[in-house]
């Protein structure tokens, strides 16, 4: 008998990937260069050229079975000490290897993370709005996601209903800095207050609450942005990690979770991480990506491009009349919509062939997201689909 909660998720496939395969059909029709796909976040700069020599390197003078045998259940020791050393390096924080889980990108991480501190029926709180995976990656666990609404002023934390929420069988509290959808960069006013409150719901509840900051945009900042490592603030944090973003690498899978050394139960979670892999197969990431990046730990793909989209698309935006917080980093932007249904504003778009995503499952109904890691001559292309449509479906807007 076939299993009926996957059999009922069927019926609730990703909106994101929906209008990705929709732009692909759309492109077969009239050239992908004419459709504006602003649906899925794949990062679009090239990986570093140091990372393709270092993999080079490798295969031209290393062993295959030490390539591509398996690793230590763990993560490869020399790649996890390089990471400890990394983090140690550019934070202050005194990660050693023990610290450190090496897992199949962010969502290995998290399916780790998660499971290392929640038993069935308790309760994880993210913010809104949120990376609609959360919702599959949590409650198949046993646990159960509830969701703060937003602050949709600043897309910083609503911290009243935030308190309102933080009850006795929270033991987890997710968050996304810099996030997808709004690309806002979590402030450290608003890390600080957050670990303030966990610091004092602890205390009054008499259990630990982890702080499980999922980081794959981590590199992703602007030009002046207050962006602060996470784990700075508060020693119960797991911190999620995934290099597809800042190398370019996310068909590699490739990720750690990283134990803040002061967290409680420090000591035992990676060696549990290997348990917990032996129940959901995360385990094992491949040895030869390990290799690789554990020497470039100091690079990034050239990110800069991201920022030149954000600036061309916030500025034209906010001349069409639309409201929306300027992102802080990450190649997400997450405008309110010129109706109320967002859904049929999107819809809409898609005659001008701009694919843009509705806010509805990001829980922010209302708003869209705008995935802006395409080529910036396409940007600018998009610009004027964008003008023409706004100016024909919604001419009593306050926009120029």
């Known amino acids: 008998m076939l299993v009926q909660k996957y059999k009922d998720m069927l019926s609730g496939k990703s909106v994101i990937r929906q209008l990705s395969e929709f732009a692909t059909a759309r492109g077969q029709e009239i050239g992908y260069e004419n459709v504006f796909d602003y649906s899925l976040g794949n990062p679009s700069v090239p990986v570093p050229r140091e990372f393709t020599d270092k993999m080079i390197h490798l295969l031209a003078t290393k062993e295959t079975n030490y390539l591509h045998g398996y690793s230590p259940s763990p993560g490869i020791t020399s790649v996890r000490e390089a990471v400890a050393a990394s983090l140690e390096q550019r934070f202050g ?11 199949s990108g962010a969502a290995g991480a998290l399916a780790h993370a998660f499971r290392l501190v929640t038993e069935p029926k308790d309760v994880i709180l ?15 666990t046993g646990a159960t996601l509830k969701v703060v609404p937003p602050d949709t002023d600043t897309f910083q934390i609503n911290f009243e209903k935030f308190e309102k929420m933080l009850t006795k ?5 997710l968050i996304n800095t810099p996030n997808n959808p709004s690309g806002v960069v979590y402030s450290t006013e608003t890390l600080q207050k957050l670990a303030d409150i966990l610091k004092k719901k602890q205390e009054e509840y008499g259990h630990d609450i982890y702080l499980i900051s999922d980081e794959p945009y981590r590199e992703i900042v602007f030009e002046g942005v207050d962006a602060p490592c996470v784990s700075k603030f508060y020693d119960n944090t797991i911190s999620c990690y995934s290099f597809s973003k800042s190398l370019s690498l996310p068909g590699e899978r490739i990720g750690y979770v990283a134990i803040h050394p002061n967290c409680s139960g ?7 991480c290997v348990q917990i892999s032996r129940g959901i197969g ?3 990431p491949p040895s030869i990506i390990q290799l690789a990046v554990a020497q470039v730990l100091d690079k990034t793909a050239d990110l800069r491009v991201y920022e030149t989209n954000m600036n061309l698309i916030y500025n034209e935006l906010i001349d069409l009349g639309f409201t929306c917080v300027k992102p802080g980093g990450t190649f997400y932007i997450f405008p309110k919509a010129l109706e109320e249904d967002a859904k049929v504003f999107c819809e809409k778009a898609l005659k001008y062939d701009l694919v843009l995503v509705p806010g509805d499952s990001f829980q922010a109904p209302g708003y869209f997201r705008m995935a802006y890691c395409i080529d910036t001559e396409k940007v600018k292309r998009s610009l004027v689909a964008l003008r023409k449509f706004v100016e024909t479906e919604y001419p009593d807007r306050n926009g120029k």
């Open 126 to 140: 993210t913010f809104a709005p949120f990376f609609p995976e959360y919702n599959p990656y949590v409650n198949l």
């Open 282 to 284: 995360h385990n094992c």
């Open 266 to 272: 420090a000591e035992y979670m990676v060696n549990m």
């Open 93 to 103: 924080i005194p990660y050693k290897k023990e610290h450190i889980f090496m897992a």
């Open 169 to 173: 069988k929270v033991m987890a509290v």
